[in-house]
């Protein structure tokens, strides 16, 4: 398939208005790219400019090291899985499947081998005489990504493809993407969401644009163990990571906080002496609270229980104007509303963040 390289790309519309700048990114051969962030960060227009659907008004993109700036998207050996299924709705699933390689005048034997392929990857093959109307959404969607695979391009793009599914069939049709990418180890996909899941599940790496640039890249655990800044933090992860302020009163290789909220941290990310005294954050994943009898990170008093069986979330009252902590404990926890409780966390899984940078990456 193809590696596709972007070198300091950005995209200006008129002249004035920049959405993305300093765009630089490597993606090899085999990997499936989740771009994520807030809405309005730029994930579909930085798509849209792989797919030459938007001219980049800087840097390069090269697919398999030829330049790509200026080549028709027809030519540039990609396929793309958009949010709506964009279907013909007069047409059969086979006769959608097999339009774009009748326009490209492929030959008869070479059309059904390729359409024979992509049903029985996709487990189409009961529906090929079917019109779009009478497929669920779901199916729709396979027969959307399969008109990808029949071209057999050299980079797939996905642009929100799950994001018209109700939740269950979001989730069968995440699995089956997660299965079609492992049936085809050789193919690079970039894939566009909104949802962590998705993000978490699907990918080799996560890339996370925010404030016209990348945030960070690196694969789901990376980011969500070693997030390089709050921002990250903060939207990796769900309910997001706990910021709590507070002081460093030990360094070393562990590294101990006074907190604002009277509690003490002690964290494994290392500091220097003359980090002593400094304000910092301290990150807590709601996940890694656990309830305490002696020292503890904070002690606060709930203000609102979710029961969810598995889990049971508690939402504390938010203290000088700040967001609400909360804690995710396993199990049912019941009775616990207007209660003071006090939680700690391993010093594994507490973060530092001076700047709204983390320690570690300073």
């Known amino acids: 398939m193809a590696d ?42 930085l798509l849209r400019m792989i797919a030459g659907l938007e001219k980049i008004t ?33 047409m059969t699933v086979r006769d959608n499947m097999t339009f774009a390689l009748k326009i490209a005048k492929k030959s008869k034997e070479e059309i059904d081998a390729a359409v024979a392929k992509a049903a029985k990857i996709l487990q189409l093959e009961p529906y090929l005489d079917r019109l779009p109307k009478a497929l669920s959404g779901g199916q729709r969607q396979r027969v959307a990504i399969g008109r990808s695979i029949v071209r057999d391009p050299k980079v797939y793009l996905f642009d929100e493809p799950l994001s018209n599914l109700d939740a269950a069939l979001r989730v069968a049709t995440r699995i089956e993407i997660a299965q079609l990418k492992e049936q085809m ?128 979330l508690l939402y504390f009252e938010a203290q000088g104007g700040g967001e609400p902590v909360i804690g995710k404990l396993p199990g049912i926890h019941k009775d616990r509303r207007g209660k003071t409780v006090r939680l700690t966390a391993d010093p594994t899984k507490v973060h530092i963040f001076y700047n709204e940078v983390s320690l570690l990456y300073r």
């Open 58 to 90: 800087g840097g390069t993109l090269e697919i398999d090291g030829q330049r790509m700036n200026d080549v028709p998207p027809s030519q540039r050996g990609i396929a793309m899985v958009f949010q709506s299924y964009a279907l013909y709705p007069h």
């Open 4 to 45: 596709l390289k972007l070198t300091d790309v950005e995209k200006t519309y008129g002249g004035t208005v920049n959405v993305l700048n300093d765009i630089n990114l490597d993606i090899k051969t085999g990997e499936l790219i989740v771009f994520v962030g807030p809405s309005g960060c730029g994930k579909s227009t």
């Open 185 to 312: 180890p050789d193919s690079t996909m970039i894939y566009v969401t909104h949802d962590q899941v998705e993000a978490m599940t699907l990918a080799t790496r996560i890339v996370v644009l925010a404030n016209k640039g990348i945030a960070q890249v690196g694969s789901p655990l990376d980011l969500y163990e070693r997030p390089n800044s709050e921002f990250v933090a903060r939207f990796i992860g769900s309910p997001s990571m706990n910021l709590l302020p507070g002081e460093i009163t030990g360094t070393g290789q562990q590294t101990s906080i006074r907190l604002d909220g009277g509690g003490t941290a002690v964290s494994d990310v290392p500091s220097r002496s003359e980090d002593m005294g400094l304000k910092v954050n301290v990150g807590v994943r709601p996940e890694d609270l656990v309830e305490a009898t002696d020292s503890f990170v904070f002690e606060g008093k709930v203000n609102i229980t979710e029961a969810l069986g598995e889990v049971t």
